[in-house]
């Protein structure tokens, strides 16, 4: 197939597609974090170099449509602040992440995603305009290495009283300054996005189709068996990265 890039096949070009569509899916209906659990399954099967930087475009795409719909609810303000601390970090991320062999990406990665199921979030605060500067800039600087920073920049949105349309909205655009900024400078950098824009188009696509159908589905009797299984497979998923890392690391 043309829209397959190199290094994917066939099935695992619409496992992908198929797995933007569950993503967006389960963070509507069950409200679980669904770009830790794309990354995941991402980090299993695309080439190391590429997997941040597609990862990336594919929720910029997700969060501008979110974004978009947002729009009245959104404190610019905000977005400002964060934005010029994300310049920095994303100027300095790119420096290093594209330094780092794939053993200590790996690692990274696996280690995030365990900490992101298991680990405690820092309590909020509601930060400075000094705050948001550096907050954008630690967590942008962070999503360069990382893919899925939400986490980390939910802690900066909670600590605003925004009503649920403002948090959504606001932590939207948050999430599409980080994705813009880490593309743009993924592409300074030399990644070619070009082979993988079939793909990105198809998994935003099925990302929309995901929130969509989440929206008409209730999992409120099994909320907490669904999310301890996903809990469970992604801790799977994490611990086959960190054993790829050191198979890589001390392979002779």
């Known amino acids: 197939m043309d829209m397959v890039p190199e290094g994917l096949t066939d099935l695992l070009f619409w496992v992908l597609v198929a797995t933007s569509f569950f993503g967006s899916f389960i963070s509507t209906a069950a409200g679980i974090g669904g770009g830790v659990t794309m990354l995941a399954v991402m980090a299993q099967v695309m080439p190391p170099l590429a997997l941040i930087p597609v990862h990336g475009l594919v929720q ?139 793909l990105v188009a198809l998994m935003v696509g099925a990302g929309f189709l995901g929130t969509l159908v989440g929206k008409r589905v209730l999992l409120k009797q099994n909320e907490d068996r669904f999310g301890i299984i996903l809990d469970v497979v992604l801790t799977l998923l994490a611990l086959r990265l960190l054993w790829q890392a050191a198979d890589g690391h001390f392979a002779f």
Request: aromatic share 12%.
């Open 60 to 198: 910029l795409g997700s969060n501008i449509s979110r974004m978009t719909v947002m729009r009245q609810h959104i404190d610019w303000h905000f977005l400002g602040w964060f934005f010029l601390g994300g310049l920095l970090g994303a100027a300095v991320g790119v420096q290093v992440v594209t330094a780092l062999p794939t053993s200590v990406l790996q690692t990274i990665l696996g280690l995030f995603i365990l900490y992101s199921i298991w680990g405690p979030m820092p309590d909020r605060t509601k930060a400075s305009r000094s705050g948001l500067v550096v907050g954008g800039g630690l967590t942008t600087l962070a999503s360069m290495f990382i893919g899925a920073s939400g986490p980390l920049a939910m802690v900066l949105v909670k600590g605003y009283d925004y009503d649920r349309f403002s948090k959504v909205g606001t932590f939207s655009g948050v999430m599409v300054i980080q994705h813009g900024l880490k593309g743009v400078v993924f592409g300074i950098a030399g990644f070619a996005f070009a082979p993988y824009i079939p």
